[in-house]
DNA sequence: TGAAATAAAGAATAATATTCTTCATATATT
DNA sequence: AATATATGAAGAATATTATTCTTTATTTCA
C-alpha cells in the first residue's frame, strides 16, 4: 500500500516549496540528521509523485509582463464535448496559465498574463472570442496583487 | 543603467522556469556554449532579480489538499487603512495563496487551498467573516482544473 | 586606431549529490 | 519469546556538478 507522510517528510516538503536550492546537508542540518536518510526521502518524495517538479520563480513585472487578468465565462452549451474542445484550446494559449471549471456564477474562470493592456485586447479579440460557444465573459483586471504564492500549508497535516 | 534581456537570457528564463534542476552543463550543450557563461548569466539573472527563487511544485491532491476556491470580495468602506488592514489579515491566513486588488465587479479577489469543503467552511466562519467592513463575499468552488502553471510566455520577449 | 569593457572558453578547484556498506531498531512470524 | 525480515539512519567513498580563475577573442567607445 502507500504510505503517508510522516513529520520529517512534511518538514521536507516545507523547506523545499520555499527554497528547492537548500543543500541536502542544510537540511539535514536543520532536522537533526545526516544527509543520506535526508536524501533518499527527497528521492522518494520525487519518485511518488509528492513532489511534482522543481521550478525558477521568475519576477513577470521586471520581465515586462505587468498585468494579470482573471476572466469568468459561462459557456452556451455544456455538453461533454464542449467542454473538452473547450479547455484544449484554451490550454494552448500560452498566456492562460491557469484554467479552472468552477460551481458558481460561471462555468470556468481563467487566469491570464500578458504585457499590458493592449495583448490584453488582442488577447480577448484575437483568440478569445473566436472560441465558439462562449457565453458571459467578466474580467477582473488586477490593479495590484498582495500575495502570491504557491506554497501551501502543511503545517497541520 | 540596467541592462536588457538578450535571446541566451530569456532562454535560460524559459528552461529554469519549466526545471530548475537542470544542470549548467545541459542547458549549455542546448545554447550551444559552455557551462562558464551560462553560470555567470544565471548568477546575473538571480542577482539582478529576474529570477525570485526556486522553489519545489508539490502535489496538492497528493498530499491532501484537495479544494481550490476562489472568493471574491468588496468592502464596505474604500479608505486606503481599512484596505492596508485587510490586505495585511489576509496574507497572514496561510490558506490565502493569492490575493489581487482588481477591478471590475470585485475590489478583491482571493485564491484559497484548503483539505476539503468542512476546512473551507471552517475558513469563511472562523476567519474571513471576522475581517471588519466585509461587503459581498462570492465563491467559486473549483470542480476541476485544466491547467495551473507558472510559466509565462517568454517567447515573444 | 587604440584602450577599455564584455563575453566566452577551458582548466582547476571546491562543494554537493549520490552510492554503498554497515548498523541499529522496529515489525512480523512461528 | 525467539528468530527472521524489513526499515531507516549513519558514515565513508565516489561521481557529478557548481564555482572560481585565467586567458583569449570580440565588441564598444573615445
Known amino acids: 500500500m502507500a504510505h503517508s507522510l510522516d513529520k520529517i517528510d512534511t518538514q521536507i516538503l516545507a523547506i523545499l516549496q520555499k527554497n528547492s536550492n537548500r543543500t541536502t546537508k542544510s537540511i539535514a542540518e536543520e532536522l537533526g540528521m545526516t544527509t543520506s536518510p535526508v536524501f533518499e526521502r527527497i528521492k522518494k518524495l520525487e519518485k511518488e509523485g509528492y513532489i511534482k517538479k522543481?521550478?525558477?520563480v521568475l519576477d513577470n513585472k521586471k520581465i515586462g509582463i505587468k498585468l494579470t487578468?482573471?476572466?469568468?465565462?459561462?459557456?452556451?452549451?455544456h455538453t461533454r464535448s464542449y467542454l473538452e474542445k473547450f479547455v484544449t484550446e484554451i490550454n494552448n494559449f500560452p498566456e492562460i496559465v491557469e484554467c479552472h471549471r468552477v460551481s458558481g456564477n460561471f462555468d470556468y474562470l481563467l487566469k491570464l498574463i500578458v504585457e499590458d493592456i493592449e495583448a490584453y485586447e488582442t488577447f480577448i479579440i484575437s483568440k478569445l472570442t473566436l472560441l465558439p460557444y462562449l457565453g458571459n465573459v467578466q474580467s477582473l483586471i488586477t490593479l495590484s496583487t498582495g500575495k502570491e504564492t504557491n506554497e501551501i500549508d502543511l503545517s497541520r497535516i
Not at 487578468?69 to 452549451?77: A, P
Open 54 to 56: 522543481y521550478v525558477a
Open 69 to 77: 487578468v482573471f476572466i469568468g465565462i459561462t459557456l452556451q452549451g
